[in-house]
């Protein structure tokens, strides 16, 4: 490739990915090549306790979701940007979880997340949804940020509040909470 052609590429990936980091993470934007270095580890039944019908059941499975994230969007929701990052330790690259955001044209973002289990309560999920939380702010004007979770789901409730979330929505379902944020 041309030099001049090759300046350009680089500057296009510099303003249109959106690669985050914090002190101990590289959240890089989950592509359809991740699906098999995280499977394993996101196949763990223990990750999905409370919504254990999106656990993928193949690296195949996993890999259209990825590549449907890559793509950044739905068709049938327009006006919708949808951010996924997998979220890997400076230094040798291991994935040690991922998150997602949302972001709705009115300027609301519905964030998931997760530590693969053999990371958690090492406060990666903090340090990257707190990483998420500044992007959204940042990069797309976002004032209000909404966690969904099982009312049951003891770990989520407690990161959400870690942050600074306050509970928002407590609806019939035992599955239907949600925490915000108010930028
Ligand atoms: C929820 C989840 C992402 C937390 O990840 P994590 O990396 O272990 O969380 P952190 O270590 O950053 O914890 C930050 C704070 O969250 C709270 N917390 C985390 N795990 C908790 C638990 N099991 N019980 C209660 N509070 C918990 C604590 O306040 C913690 O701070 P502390 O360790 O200083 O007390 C993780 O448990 C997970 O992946 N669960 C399965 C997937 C899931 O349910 N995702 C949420 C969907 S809505």
């Known amino acids: 490739m041309p030099q001049s052609?090759?300046?350009?590429?680089?500057?296009?990936i510099y303003m249109f990915d959106h690669r985050l980091v914090s002190a101990r993470l590289v959240l890089e934007p989950?592509?359809?090549?991740?699906?098999?270095?995280?499977f394993e580890r996101m196949s763990d039944?223990?990750?999905w306790q409370f919504f254990l019908h999106l656990r993928p059941s193949s690296v195949d499975d996993l890999r259209a979701l990825y590549r449907r994230w890559q793509a950044g969007g739905a068709s049938d929701a327009p006006?919708?940007?949808?951010?996924?990052?997998?979220?890997?330790?400076h230094g040798d690259l291991t994935a040690v979880?991922?998150?997602q955001a949302t972001i709705l044209p009115d300027g609301t973002a519905l964030i998931a997340y997760a530590t693969y289990t053999d990371f958690q309560r090492q406060?990666?999920?903090?340090?990257?949804?707190?990483?998420?939380v500044s992007h959204l702010e940042q990069q797309h004007s976002v004032r209000k940020i909404i966690a969904e979770m099982d009312r049951r789901n003891a770990a989520s409730i407690g990161l959400a509040r870690s942050l600074?979330?306050?509970?928002?929505?407590d609806g019939a379902d035992e599955n239907d909470i949600a925490y915000e944020l108010t930028t």
């Not at 989950?30 to 995280?38: K, N, Q």
């Open 5 to 12: 052609l090759a300046w350009l590429w680089y500057a296009l």
């Open 45 to 47: 039944a223990r990750l």
């Open 164 to 169: 600074g979330f306050v509970l928002a929505r």
């Open 79 to 89: 006006g919708q940007v949808w951010e996924n990052w997998l979220c890997l330790l």
């Open 97 to 99: 979880g991922s998150t």
């Open 30 to 38: 989950i592509r359809e090549g991740h699906a098999e270095i995280v």
């Open 123 to 132: 406060g990666y999920a903090r340090e990257a949804v707190q990483c998420v």
